[in-house]
């Protein structure tokens, strides 16, 4: 069964430092990639996707994630975080042309001004 | 703005009461998912709905049953409520086409009591 997991539940960062969170899952074909952001007291949103190509790929508000096949890894960064990143990241993986989104746990992140 | 709407807002129901939720999809998409997310975790897909037809489903008991109208927007129910029941529900829709991209709503929170 296809699984999501997300390498830590909280990260304390002060501001301008620079951001990775891990994200790994668990399925042998072919899928499709996201993570999403929550802020305070909004909807889930989507940051970024990976559907196919240039296993670098770039979201909103200066994130990017680096696809590693042989890894089955797809960790996002951000060179330097501001407070108002602080947020619910979850990591999600889709099989290419399914039905049916795996979410991770999610990482909350709190960003110190 | 994702244009995606839930209601109620937030409810709080007894063990064995049935509920009722209710989601509108943003103009222009024909499917439906919905997904729980109980206190500390990622969403975890309920099912979904694409043109009035259940199109798949995860790993939830019968008692969790849809609808999708001719509007496409969808209905959860949910049969002899469970205090594990207790979670908020997302709604998320998107165009079948463009199937990977899904905007979710701003959830109903369910207390089961």
New interface residues.
């Given amino acids: 069964a296809q699984s999501?997991s997300q390498h830590n539940h909280h990260v304390i960062l002060s501001e301008a430092a620079s951001l990775e969170l891990g994200c790994n899952y668990s399925y042998g074909g072919t899928v499709?990639l996201?993570w999403?952001v929550q802020y305070p007291g909004?909807?889930?949103?989507?940051l970024l996707?990976y559907?196919s190509g240039d296993p670098l790929v770039k979201g909103i508000k200066g994130f990017e994630a680096e696809f590693i096949k042989s890894k089955f890894s797809f960790n996002l960064r951000k060179p330097s975080v501001q407070w108002s990143d602080t947020a619910e990241y979850?990591c999600?993986v889709?099989q290419t042309g399914?039905?049916?989104?795996?979410?991770?746990?999610?990482t909350r992140l709190f960003v110190k001004a | 703005e994702t244009g995606v709407t839930q209601s109620p807002t937030h409810l709080i129901k007894t063990r064995g009461q049935q509920v009722t939720l209710r989601c509108s999809s943003q103009s222009g998409h024909n499917t439906v998912s919905w997904y729980q997310q109980a206190l500390g975790q990622g969403p975890q897909f309920i099912f979904q709905y694409y043109r009035e037809e259940e199109n798949g489903r995860g790993n939830f008991p019968p008692r969790f049953s849809g609808l999708q109208f001719p509007n496409y927007s969808s209905e959860l129910n949910v049969n002899a409520l469970e205090l594990d029941d207790s979670a908020l529900y997302l709604c998320a829709s998107s165009f079948q086409a463009e199937q990977e991209t899904q905007y979710f709503g701003p959830g109903t929170r369910l207390l089961v009591l």
Avoid: C
């Fill in positions: 999501v499709n996201f999403y909004q909807h889930l949103q989507l996707k559907f979850f999600a889709r399914g039905f049916k989104t795996i979410f991770g746990a999610g």
